[in-house]
Every structure is written in C-alpha cells, then in structure tokens.
C-alpha cells in the first residue's frame, strides 16, 4: 500500500515522478500516461490488494489455528501419559490441583503460543522486513540513518524480556503456593474448625493472594510499559524524519509522494518492530515455566 502513495500525492501535488523507488518495486510503471486512466489503475490497485491481504490473512490464521490444536492435543496426551506412569510417591508429594493445572492450563497456554502469538510474530517479523526493504528503496541514507535506532531498541526489549521472565517464574510459583494453602485448609475443614483456626487459615491465604498480586503487578508493569518506550523512541525518529523531509523536498531531492510513502513505510516499520516485541513479551508472560511440564 506504501507504493501506491507514491503515484497518488505526485498526481495531486502535479510533480513530476522522482525516481528514488525506481526499479522492481516501482508501482509507476504500470501507470498510464493519462491522468484520468492513472486513478483507474491505482482504484483497482488499492482494491486488489486488500482482497489479496485478506485471502492470505484468512489462510495463515486458521494454519496456524490448525496447527495449534493438532499441538496442544499431543502435548496433553503426552503430560497425562507421563503423569500416569509416575510412581506412588510422586503423586504423594504434589497436590493433585497443580498436576491438574499443568494438564490443562500449561498445554492451552502452548497452544496460545502456536496459533496466535507464533503467527502475530511471523506477521509482524515479515511485514517488517518488507518495510524495510522500501524505506532502502526510497532513501537508502535516510533509512540506514532510522537503523541506528536498532541497537538501544534491541537492548530494551532483551531487558525487558528478562525482567519480565524473573517475575512471572515467581508469580507461578507465588500462585502454586496460594493454591495448595487453600487445598490444605478446605480438606482439612474439619481440623480447622475443631481448633478454631479460621482466622489463621484465612490470614494465610491472604498473604499467599497479596504475594501473587504483587508478583503479577510487576509484570503486567513491564508489559504495559514495553510497548510505550518502544514507540516513544519511533516517534522521536519520525520527528527527525519530518525535519529532513522538509530540506530534501525543498532542494528538490524528493518528491512529496516518495515523502509520504517513505513516512508510511517507516511508520508501518515501527509499528511492526512494536508488534513483534510485543508478541516476545507475549510469550514470555503466557509460556509455561520449561520444568513445568515434566518436574
């Protein structure tokens, strides 16, 4: 869709076709001369490319879908046959509940991991490259310029994967804890109330229910925060971008359609670098702990 702003501002502004997306990529080449048969041919640009980005994001969704309930079908038939085949002692030692929650929760959270976070990543990780490689065809400077950006946003999101890594494992662990508190006062009623303990049974569960709340506000912390910092840093480079369109359109170096399209192509670049961050933090917050599955 980028290319096609090219065309459709040079017609509007009456400028002369510059040639900086010349090549493969250059959409004007299919361009009539004519003024009135160029907005024909970009009408059925813009409406046979949405029908083509819609028949192929309808394909690989439901792919991906397809795939991801074939994945968690063998994974839970894999865990409950391990499980089962495990001695006296084992089961002696874990509560029943948390054997449970892997059986059901960790394989539904593998299968989120396939279908939908896999696929988004795939999206985004693909679309990126793209844009890139049309901001290159646009103003290779310019653009290897915006890469500068890589490095501090790479350094971000590893930090923030890490940190938010640390604290999901103890927010699992602080759930599993309130978990078993509260199997072990419910199947002990009767011990309970014998002794009169209610309170202190309840005070228990309490800190176990703050402790997992205060371990799932820090990483919901970090996943909120992630994606705004990331785009902060794409903002700051689109304020410099419009400062140096503004010299390069006045020297005559750019046209204002390769303008506009170079900002597209950029804007839609940062969103899909945010995307794809966002899909990591995705995995990280909701994949299962590696030693969930088979401790």
Request: proline content about 3%; hydrophobic content about 45%; charged content about 20%.
């Amino acid at each position: 869709m980028s290319l096609l702003l090219v065309p459709i501002f040079d017609k509007l502004s009456g400028n002369r076709m510059g040639n900086a997306a010349s090549g493969v990529l250059d959409i004007r080449r299919f361009m009539p001369s004519g003024s009135e048969d160029t907005w024909h041919i970009i009408a059925l640009f813009l409406v046979g490319l949405t029908l083509a980005k819609g028949v192929t994001e309808y394909f690989s969704s439901f792919s991906m879908s397809h795939i991801g309930q074939h994945v968690i079908a063998d994974v839970r038939s894999a865990l409950y046959d391990h499980i089962i085949h495990q001695p006296a002692t084992f089961f002696a030692k874990r509560p029943t509940n948390e054997l449970t929650a892997h059986l059901m929760s960790d394989a539904a959270l593998v299968e989120r991991a396939v279908s939908d976070t896999l696929r988004d990543l795939l999206r985004e990780s693909v679309s990126l490259v793209v844009y890139l490689v049309l901001l290159f065809k646009f103003n290779w400077s310019l653009a290897a310029s915006i890469l500068l950006l890589a490095p501090p946003v790479a350094y971000l999101t590893t930090t923030f994967n890490r940190r938010l890594r640390r604290y999901l494992d103890s927010r699992q662990q602080s759930g599993a804890e309130m978990l078993d508190v509260a199997q072990e006062a419910i199947s002990s009623q009767r011990i309970v109330k014998a002794f009169g303990m209610e309170d202190y049974e309840s005070g228990r569960f309490r800190t176990s229910a703050r402790k997992q709340m205060g371990d799932q506000l820090r990483a919901m912390r970090i996943y909120f925060l992630s994606p705004i910092v990331l785009e902060t840093v794409g903002v700051v480079a689109v304020a410099g971008l419009l400062l140096y369109a503004q010299r390069s359109i006045g020297a005559g170096r750019m046209s204002l359609g390769e303008f506009v399209a170079f900002l597209s192509a950029c804007s839609r670049a940062t969103t899909r670098s945010a995307g794809s961050a966002g899909c990591s933090t995705i995995c990280s917050r909701d994949s299962p702990h590696p030693h969930a599955f088979l401790k």
